[in-house]
């Protein structure tokens, strides 16, 4: 059981180029998640997608966009990245029914944008 | 969305516990009291949640107010693999579904010293 798994764990990019950060669960879980954490910061809420087939935005989603591609995997892409764009991305998910279930989180991408 | 507050920082010494305060005044009937922790920017963990009544687990035990206004994190024994930074968050429902998100404060750093 891996949990939730995110590739690249490393990513330098170039101003301007464009990549696609990965995430998938294996716990069947309903939600999921996208953060960005910069040095000495909490967490972010980018995007997130309550079940699959929906998505919605959360506090800091300008120069980003989703998709839920199935149950399991939850992508998030910079179309065109800044170096305001490094940071740590992390994804979660969940399985919130009302009855205070945990959200998982991957171990982060750490994604620097020169 | 009730917003929590938290000292950012705390130090305890090795072995005695360590009682994380957090403040939620704004807090609503039915939003939970999460507790989360990062380790060196490791993915956070989930510790322990509640609603209203005292709660406790194999990691942790969580104290609510009556009032629900606050609530204190207690590690009973802590130790220096419990350096991490502590979130405490409060959950909120995402309009109109049974799914929710995580808003992540910036959390008190705990230092455990030996």
């Known amino acids: 059981n891996a949990g939730v798994t995110q590739t690249p764990k490393f990513q330098v990019l170039k101003t301007g180029q464009s990549m696609t950060l990965q995430c998938a669960q294996d716990?069947?879980?309903?939600?999921m998640y996208w953060y960005r954490q910069d040095p000495g910061m909490g967490l972010r809420l980018i995007y997130y997608?309550?079940?699959?087939?929906?998505?919605d935005k959360g506090e800091v989603p300008n120069g980003y966009n989703v998709s839920r591609l199935n149950k399991r995997e939850f992508s998030l892409r910079l179309e065109s990245a800044a170096p305001s764009q490094t940071s740590v991305y992390f994804c979660?998910?969940?399985?919130?029914?009302?009855?205070?279930?945990?959200?998982?989180f991957g171990q982060g991408t750490r994604l620097t944008v020169v | 969305d009730a917003k929590t507050t938290q000292p950012p920082s705390m130090d305890c010494a090795e072995g005695r516990a360590a009682n994380l305060p957090c403040n939620h005044s704004?807090?609503?009937?039915?939003?939970?009291v999460y507790w989360y922790r990062q380790i060196h920017s490791q993915g956070p963990q989930y510790i322990i949640h509640?609603?209203?009544n005292n709660e406790t687990n194999e990691m942790a035990s969580l104290i609510i107010t009556e009032d629900r206004k606050s609530s204190t994190l207690i590690l009973p024994h802590a130790t220096l693999r419990d350096t991490a930074v502590y979130y405490c968050?409060?959950?909120?429902?995402?309009?109109?579904?049974?799914?929710?998100?995580?808003?992540f404060g910036k959390g008190t750093l705990l230092t455990v010293n030996p």
């Open positions: 979660a998910s969940s399985d919130f029914s009302g009855v205070g279930t945990e959200a998982f």
């Open positions: 716990m069947n879980h309903n939600s």
């Open positions: 997608s309550a079940s699959e087939g929906t998505t």
């Open positions: 704004t807090i609503s009937g039915n939003e939970y």
């Open positions: 509640g609603l209203k």
């Open positions: 968050i409060v959950r909120v429902a995402h309009s109109g579904g049974s799914n929710y998100k995580l808003t």
